[in-house]
């Protein structure tokens, strides 16, 4: 059973920055997996940010944060990444990482496992 800690939310000004981590704590490794990071929004539903695929390290982003958030991994650490920077009011949310056993995927259905969440909350 894979099992996802997110850590890195937290208050912070619009224009600023945060880095979100996500570590695997039952020693799996993330090699085997798509990993993605998704946000929730109150009232909203659970949306796609960022994903990376199993294979190749080929990453996606969704249109609304391309340019300003990278999705990243350290498979020495067993850690996934999300750079956020430029964060805008609208960025806030609840973060979540996931993973998955498909190849690579934007779509919430397709992964497997997933974090507790993360707060990023961005004043304006």
């Known amino acids: 059973q894979v099992q996802l800690v997110e850590s890195g939310g937290g208050l912070v000004q619009a224009g600023g920055s945060l880095r979100l981590s996500c570590a695997e704590a039952s020693g799996r490794t993330f090699i085997n997996y798509a990993m993605g990071w998704f946000r929730q929004a109150p009232g909203k539903e659970r949306e796609f940010v960022a994903a990376?695929?199993?294979?190749?390290?080929?990453?996606y982003y969704a249109d609304s944060v391309k340019g300003r958030f990278t999705i990243s991994r350290n498979s020495a650490k067993n850690t996934l990444y999300l750079q956020m920077n430029s964060l805008k009011h609208e960025d806030t949310a609840v973060y979540y990482c996931?993973?998955?056993?498909?190849?690579?995927?934007?779509?919430?259905?397709?992964?497997?496992?997933w974090g507790q969440g993360t707060q990023v909350t961005v004043s304006s």
């Open positions: 990376l695929s199993k294979i190749g390290g080929i990453t």
């Open positions: 996931a993973a998955g056993t498909v190849l690579a995927s934007t779509a919430p259905i397709h992964y497997n496992y």
